[in-house]
């Protein structure tokens, strides 16, 4: 079984149902999947702080038990752990949102395996997803593999540590070893961060191990992209400026990439999310 993790309130909703999608079918075992979803209810922070529902999460269950009847997804609210721990803290308004800090939680929730993929939503596989979460990141005592950030690598040149969070395959018994998360979560509340909880991660590691940009490829797809990560990336034409196109927009990843090896995940993509809407009006 593969496990994954994925934070965020409802609006992700789009995001896990193309990130599992492309999973199911570049995945040649059709292992079956353990989802877990990291929610919380804060709308006292903003109105659509709200969590992931109960309806997004049986419509997700019966989507993955098409391709393997045991695959499973289990809604974690995690609203009173935020609550003791990063109420009022340094990072709450972060550069994304406080569901970016969830991940954190790892260590403190016992449905957490011992070892488990955390994805950010805005990212398709386009390769099985065997080939990252099968990385040996335990016989060396690694806490996690993650890839370089694309940007970071460039102008934080000099920090050999810095990665893109989007994608980290955890070693979670190590992380509690090390007290990997425990540290995280004090940086949190002890300083304003740049990135937050990357930044918390990043200070906070013991041993990680780097693997290839084609696991988490911010900027480009390659015949070898394992992982196609749909963050803001830099454009220089027609003039230099940013754009945050995320892969359930399709027709902005069509003008914008162009790209066609998706084509099957986002037909299915189409088909469900107007099925999903029909039963849930």
Not at 90 to 118: G, M, W
């Amino acid at each position: 079984m593969i496990n994954l993790l994925f934070c965020g309130n409802y609006k992700v909703f789009d995001g896990i149902l193309t990130c599992l999608l492309s999973v199911c079918r570049r995945t040649e075992t059709k292992e079956a999947l353990n989802v877990l979803i990291f929610t919380m209810d804060v709308h006292h922070l903003r109105e659509d702080y709200t969590p992931v529902t109960d309806e997004q999460i049986a419509f997700l269950t019966k989507v993955l038990k098409e391709y393997n009847k045991d695959s499973c997804v289990t809604k974690i609210d995690v609203t009173d752990i935020y609550n003791r721990e990063f109420a009022d803290c340094p990072n709450e308004q972060c550069y994304c949102s406080p569901y970016t800090l969830l991940r954190l939680f790892a260590d403190l929730v016992p449905e957490v395996p011992d070892k488990i993929l955390y994805l950010d939503a805005d990212l398709l596989f386009n390769k099985d997803i065997r080939l990252l979460y099968d990385i040996d990141i335990c016989s060396d005592g690694y806490e996690y593999a993650a890839a370089p950030d694309h940007y970071g690598k460039i102008i934080l040149f000099w920090q050999r540590k810095f990665i893109n969070a989007g994608v980290i395959l955890f070693n979670i018994a190590k992380c509690k070893e090390t007290g990997l998360f425990q540290k995280s979560r004090e940086e949190i509340k002890k300083h304003k961060l740049t990135f937050a909880d990357e930044s918390a991660i990043i200070r906070s590691t013991t041993r990680q191990k780097k693997i290839s940009q084609r696991y988490n490829d911010q900027k480009f797809l390659y015949k070898d992209t394992v992982v196609r990560h749909f963050s803001k990336r830099l454009f220089w034409l027609p003039y230099p400026h940013t754009e945050n196109v995320k892969q359930w927009n399709i027709p902005k990843v069509y003008k914008i990439f162009g790209y066609e090896n998706f084509n099957d995940i986002f037909y299915e993509y189409i088909y469900l999310k107007k099925k999903f809407e029909e039963e849930n009006p």
